[in-house]
Structures are given as structure tokens and as C-alpha cells.
């Protein structure tokens, strides 16, 4: 009789998904990490063109079409000041597929993955697949990981460590000497960085800082995509960027897994990353006024909040019984322990809603609050 492989009896179904499922079909969806945007239209034109020529029909090269890395390269040199060869970018199937391809190329069996606690959930799960053993991490009372607990958790078997800035669950942003630390940490002690920084661009106040800037040796690898800045979750367009020989090995797993990522979404990436850039300093800038909705809310509600500076998320501090009976009533937050261990007592708070369903929200919340108090 055939078994399972012992890599997946090792995860289930995530929370997130567990809380979805367990909310009616007109709740307000306070769960899902998807703005509420729609992707930019000369974006979507791009796709329309590339169709209509003929371009999508076949496969491109495994790492990607050549405009579209050439784009994510300027990228990486207008935000962070890093030159990247565009042969060491590969388009993926959304970021997702990025981290896989980060874990499967540098975790062996029995390694370990540093990961942040609460943390996303694919870290855990993707490292279980790899046959390597997540080892959590405890991040500070504000949310953010300290690079000295991550130097005191590597051992002889580290293979990586995982930094997520601006941060989901937390939106927690990383400062600029933390950065630093992450980037000596990983030449110091021949560990792989895995920078992930899917949110880089949704910062309140100061600047996003990529341990990439600061390596003296090609310990980072950084994932990113085009899901959260252009609005574009369906899309499924996401990157790796690394050095030669990082990129080969992961190119030999994307070859298997994927072949290429997505030819319309490759085109219609390229236009988001090379056109306009309004739509995104126009989304942050509604974040923060959500996000200043959502902590005066919660102050005056008597619920403590680390203040996120970053992504569209907040982990407030809740009363027992809080997700729950927020389901019951039809808004849906997740849990806190569904990230992680160090989450428990906190539940996750998307804003990527207009206000209007927000303050809905915020009102059911604030009942919930009182009541079980």
C-alpha cells in the first residue's frame, strides 16, 4: 500500500485558509493580503498587445523574456543602488515560487531555515518540503526580527536565514543598521540571506534597505514581484535575484518545476516595472491613511498595537475568543498563532479594503472587544 511522502504529512492546510473557510460568503475579508487596486492599465495593455501579436503563444527561456529582467535590473539599480546582470534574474511563477526555488537550491535534508516568528506561513512549509528543519526565531515586542537573536540561533547546520521587510504578518520595516547586521551575519558566517521583499515598496516614513546593499559577498538572495506594488496577485509574476552561480543551481529546479513563468504576465510585468510609477506612491499612500484609521480605532478601543510601518497588516493584541467571534459575525482576521508560535495572543488585521468596509469592520470589532471583556 503506498504512503505519502513524510515532506508533506509535515504541513497542512494553512490557517488563512482554514479562517476563510470558516466565514460566510458576505463577510468582510479582513484575511486576504491582496490590495484592493486594479492592476495598471498600461500593464494590462502590454499583456492585450503581447497576446494579440502573437508573443505569448509559446514558451520563453527559462529564466524569463530579456525586456523584463532587463526591467527588474533597472529595478534593483533605481531602488536599491545594485547593479544586477539580467542573467541572473529569473522570472517565477509569483514570488512564491521564488522562495521555493531559493529553499530547494540551498537547504539540504536536515538542514535549518531561520525564520521569523510570527512569520509567513510558506517559510515553515517550503522549508518542510525541502527536507529541512524550520528553526523560529522570536522577533521584538515592536514586531521586527533583531539580527543578534538570528546570530545566536545559527548553528553548524544553518543553511539560511529569512528576512522579511516590510514584514507579513507584522508590517514591521527593518531599519537600516538592522539591514546591515543581516548582511554581515550572512558573510560572516557563510549563510545564505533570503531577503524577502515582496512589500518593499509600501514604507511609511524613511526607506526601504535591502540586505543586498550591503553584502560584501553573494550571501543574499533576494525574491520580489509584481503581486503587492502593481496590484497584479492573479498575474502570478514574481523574481529571484542572486549571484551567477546562485541563479544556475535555482534555474535547475525552475526548469523542472515551471519552465518559464507566465508569457502575458511576463509582458504585462515589464510595462509595470518600466512605466509610471504613480500607481504605487498613490497605494501607499493610501495604506498609511488606512493604516492611521486602523490605530486610532484600535487605541480607542483599548487594544495595544505595534505600529506597522510598513505592508498593509497589523498585529493587534487580542482578547481570547477575539478571531472567533469575529468570524461569527462575519469579518474575518486571522489568528496570530497561524504564523507562528510567537503569534499567539495577536491576530492579523489586512487593510487592503476602503475605509468605508474598514471602519464596518472596526465597529463589529470594537463590539467584540467589549464584549469579551
Known amino acids: 500500500m503506498s504512503e505519502f511522502s513524510p515532506r508533506v504529512e509535515a504541513i497542512s492546510i494553512s490557517g488563512i485558509r482554514e479562517v476563510f473557510e470558516a466565514a460566510g460568503e458576505d463577510a468582510i475579508n479582513l484575511g486576504l493580503g491582496q490590495p484592493d487596486f486594479p492592476t495598471p492599465e498600461h500593464a494590462r495593455a502590454a499583456a492585450v498587445e503581447a497576446i494579440e501579436a502573437g508573443k505569448a503563444d509559446a514558451y520563453t527561456g527559462n529564466k524569463g523574456i530579456r525586456p523584463l529582467r532587463e526591467a527588474i535590473a533597472a529595478k534593483h539599480e533605481r531602488d536599491q543602488g545594485v ?171 525552475h526548469q523542472y518545476i515551471q519552465a518559464c513563468a507566465s508569457a502575458p504576465a511576463q509582458y504585462a510585468a515589464e510595462a509595470a516595472l518600466s512605466g509610471s510609477q504613480d500607481v504605487v506612491d498613490e497605494m501607499c499612500d493610501t495604506f498609511r491613511e488606512r493604516r492611521d484609521l486602523l490605530l486610532d480605532r484600535f487605541e480607542a478601543m483599548g487594544v495595544e498595537v505595534p505600529t506597522p510601518r510598513g505592508a498593509f497588516y497589523a498585529m493587534p493584541k487580542v482578547p481570547d475568543g477575539f478571531v472567533d467571534a469575529c468570524i461569527e459575525r462575519d469579518v474575518i482576521v486571522v489568528p496570530g498563532d497561524a504564523f507562528g508560535a510567537n503569534g499567539a495572543g495577536h491576530a492579523r488585521v489586512s487593510y487592503a479594503n476602503d475605509a468605508d468596509t474598514l471602519r464596518e469592520a472596526l465597529d463589529v470589532m470594537a463590539d467584540v472587544v467589549a464584549d469579551l471583556r
Open 83 to 253: 547593479a544586477v546582470d539580467p542573467g541572473d534574474v529569473i522570472a517565477t511563477a509569483g514570488g512564491s515560487e521564488a522562495l521555493h526555488l531559493a529553499l530547494e537550491a540551498h537547504v539540504d535534508a536536515g538542514q535549518e531555515v531561520l525564520i521569523p516568528d510570527p512569520g509567513f506561513v510558506s517559510y515553515d512549509a517550503l522549508t518542510k518540503l525541502a527536507g529541512g528543519k524550520p528553526v523560529p526565531v522570536p522577533v521584538r515586542e515592536d514586531l521586527t526580527l533583531d539580527p543578534a537573536a538570528v546570530e545566536d540561533a545559527i548553528t553548524d547546520d544553518t543553511a539560511m536565514f529569512v528576512v522579511n521587510s516590510p514584514g507579513n504578518p507584522t508590517g514591521a520595516v527593518s531599519p537600516e543598521e538592522d539591514v546591515r547586521e543581516f548582511a554581515r551575519i550572512a558573510d560572516e558566517h557563510d549563510v545564505v540571506c533570503l531577503s524577502d521583499e515582496v512589500y518593499e515598496h509600501f514604507v511609511f516614513g524613511g526607506d526601504h534597505h535591502s540586505p543586498l546593499s550591503y553584502a560584501d559577498t553573494d550571501s543574499v538572495v533576494v525574491v520580489n514581484g509584481c503581486s503587492k506594488t502593481y496590484s497584479m496577485t492573479g498575474w502570478r509574476l514574481g523574481w529571484v535575484t542572486a549571484s551567477t552561480r546562485r541563479i544556475e543551481r535555482m534555474l535547475r529546479v
